[in-house]
């Protein structure tokens, strides 16, 4: 949303209850994210065609010398993917660029510096990394349309349909936790109504907050997600295909859908960052939001009643909750120490586990916050329910069904259309009103 207010936007690109400098613990969880995004060619390079020239070598001589002959050509197919991930650095490189200038950091610290952010990145940093750049092609490009179809339709279709347009709706606000890198959060904004994202990982916050306030109008990036993964493939042709992002600009798209509408988009629309249950279950909170939308949210939960102990707290009696997704109860694969059922999430084919990952490394940074509080989404204890066991649960809080399918399976998540492999999720969708 680059315009005259630029310098009020960035002042604000940072929301949330503290100051992420300001913690010893959340400003390596930070660092470690933007340290990430430095070395995302890097690691890249190494951990993609590195490894698979020198396991191409150990084949015998007669073996690899026939592959990289045509029709094969193995070591070009490896060239290629080198330059792919130099054409994705240059995203990396931009998200970093806009977050240090956000932090007023160093692009080059020095090494005793208590700034010093380089070198820093786990390798579930860089892991994440590599996940959001994956993540922008459902988010933000063409391609990923079919995605958000599935998953943003039905929740934005329902505010619409629940609260007419009109002035009216430029006061009501509709909380967005779990954010991602806010296309939803962008979508609500656009149809008129005051949306707020939540979001606790890093690497999430960069990346949304560069898309959503700094890329300046006319600009794309040609982004290669499926460079790295060499599973289940038909054709190189289908591994080495770009997609551009973004494909709006969120800017311009907002200023547009202003023109008719009493309140500014750039008015109506925050991002903080922190811990859903944590920042919406104070009191300062209570009763502010007319609607909740959770979209492949609440499964990211240990323990489901702090979910909606929040959700409850911040909504106005009588305010909506809308929610879509599935239950797969990612804390359950992670401690467990497996990647979820076959074909889902922690898959190389870019499923969901990986960005909810950056939920867990936060969690690592947030010692202080987790002992004011006692009610982090990293606090002791797990369960698992099933659809029905949610939604009597809601009932047992204060909530009335009002609507719920299991809708048909339409999409997956971050899916690639062109993979052998293809999953897709039957989700849960209801709506709920707090009595």
């Known amino acids: 949303m680059e315009s005259e ?109 208590p700034l010093n952010w380089h070198n820093t990145a786990t390798a579930n940093d860089h892991s994440k990394a590599s996940t959001i750049l994956r993540q922008f092609t459902r988010d933000w490009s063409s391609e990923g349309a079919a995605e958000r179809n599935a998953h943003f339709a039905p929740i934005v279709d329902t505010l619409c349909a629940r609260f007419p347009t009109g002035p009216a709706r430029n006061t009501t606000r509709v ?39 700094h890329i300046p109008p006319g600009t794309t990036y040609d982004l290669y997600p499926y460079a790295t993964s060499f599973a289940n493939r038909v054709s190189r042709t289908d591994q080495l295909r770009a997609v551009s992002v973004p494909d709006v600009h969120p800017g311009e798209a907002l200023a547009a859908a202003s023109t008719s509408e009493a309140v500014h988009a750039f008015e109506r629309m925050e991002m903080a960052a922190g811990d859903f249950t944590v920042v919406y279950g104070q009191e300062s909170r209570r009763a502010a939001y007319d609607a909740v939308a959770t979209v492949f949210f609440i499964d990211t939960a240990p323990n489901i009643i702090r979910y909606i102990e929040a959700v409850r707290n911040c909504l106005k009696p009588g305010g909506l909750w809308l929610n879509l997704g599935p239950l797969l109860w990612h804390f359950q694969a992670r401690q467990e120490g497996q990647q979820g059922e076959p074909g889902q999430a922690g898959q190389a084919e870019g499923e969901k586990e990986e960005e909810e990952e950056g939920q867990e490394g936060q969690q690592a940074g947030s010692q202080k916050r987790r002992k004011e509080h006692q009610a982090g989404i990293a606090e002791p204890g797990s369960v698992e329910l099933t659809d029905e066991e949610v939604l009597e649960l809601l009932r047992l809080h204060g909530f009335e069904i009002e609507a719920h399918e299991i809708r048909p399976a339409e999409a997956g998540y971050i899916q690639d259309s062109t993979s052998m492999l293809q999953n897709l999720y039957r989700v849960s969708f209801w709506v709920a009103r707090r009595k």
């Open 175 to 213: 909380l967005v936790p779990g954010a991602g890198l806010g296309r939803l959060v962008f979508e609500i904004c656009a149809r008129g109504f005051h949306a707020e994202g939540c979001e606790i990982s890093y690497h999430a916050l960069l990346a949304s907050s560069f898309v959503l306030n």
């Open 5 to 113: 207010e630029q310098g009020r936007e960035q002042e604000q690109d940072w929301g949330g209850e503290f100051d992420p400098l300001g913690d010893a613990g959340e400003r390596r969880v930070l660092f470690g994210a933007l340290d990430s995004f430095r070395q995302y060619a890097q690691q890249s390079h190494y951990h993609t065609t590195h490894v698979r020239r020198q396991a191409f070598y150990a084949l015998p001589t007669a073996h690899w010398t026939s592959l990289s002959q045509a029709p094969i050509s193995y070591l070009s197919t490896l060239d290629a993917v080198d330059e792919a991930i130099g054409r994705n650095a240059r995203l990396s490189r931009d998200i970093l660029s806009s977050a240090l200038a956000s932090f007023s950091l160093p692009v080059s610290p020095e090494v005793s510096s």
